[in-house]
């Protein structure tokens, strides 16, 4: 079992629709939770970050992080053709700089 | 916010030839830069660990004499892929961590985008 699991996709939604993006993970030493958007042919771009459990909201974007369940989410709201990216959960321990990154979820968003 | 600034971002070459890839941190100082590889539609592979005034941590599996990697200052890493072939070819992407976030939170260059001939 990895330890960052991430479905690849793709994941096609029409243009407005809700956006729910998930990664579960196996390592209780977890503390910090990143969502990166990559667009075809750049690096990745942080959208956001969590320490430890809760939720956090950034204009359209809101993240989720459930300790008990080993489960994050990426929630994005009235989704445009713009959000079409490959978004990329990662996630780390804090002790370490590097973090573990899940394979990355291929999203597109259809007019 | 914090930059990191990544060049070239599309490089080409023949086959035999190496080729040296910048990183910068452009507003902040990193005493530990990372290098990524990514293949088309796979996840970021960590390849080594670049360390300001010492040698780089390479991963397992990663040449480090086919993947040199210089750190000489706190702004600027460099990657040299030295007699670079055909699977050599690649998308290779830096990342620093600026310390305005958390310990792991990584920002991450644009990447170069290496085809060998």
């Known amino acids: 079992q990895k330890e960052v699991e991430q479905d690849p996709g793709p994941l096609s939604v029409p243009e407005g629709a809700i956006v729910s993006l998930n990664c579960t993970y196996s390592n209780s030493a977890f503390q910090y939770f990143m969502w990166y958007r990559q667009y075809s042919r750049k690096g990745p771009e942080l959208l956001m970050y969590?320490?430890?459990?809760g939720n956090k909201e950034d204009g359209r974007f809101t993240a989720q992080v459930d300790k008990s369940s080993k489960y994050i989410s990426l929630f994005i709201r009235d989704s445009q053709p713009s959000d079409s990216a490959t978004y990329l959960c990662a996630m780390g321990s804090g002790g370490s700089y590097i973090p573990t990154f899940g394979r990355g979820t291929s999203l597109i968003v259809h007019p | 916010g914090a930059v990191v600034s990544q060049h070239p971002s599309w490089v080409i070459c023949k086959s035999g030839t190496s080729v040296k890839i910048e990183c910068r941190s452009l507003?902040?100082?990193?005493?530990?830069m990372f290098w990524y590889r990514q293949f088309p539609k796979q996840s970021l592979m960590l390849m080594a660990t670049?360390?300001?005034?010492?040698?780089?941590?390479?991963e397992q599996g990663v040449e480090k004499d086919k993947f040199l990697i210089n750190h000489a200052s706190l702004t600027l890493s460099t990657l040299t892929v030295t007699s670079a072939h055909p699977e050599d070819s690649s998308f290779y992407i830096c990342s620093a961590n600026p310390g305005t976030s958390g310990a792991n939170v990584l920002t991450f260059g644009a990447g170069s985008r290496l085809t060998v001939l």
């Open positions: 969590t320490y430890s459990s």
């Open positions: 670049s360390n300001e005034g010492s040698k780089a941590t390479y």
């Open positions: 507003d902040f100082q990193a005493t530990t």
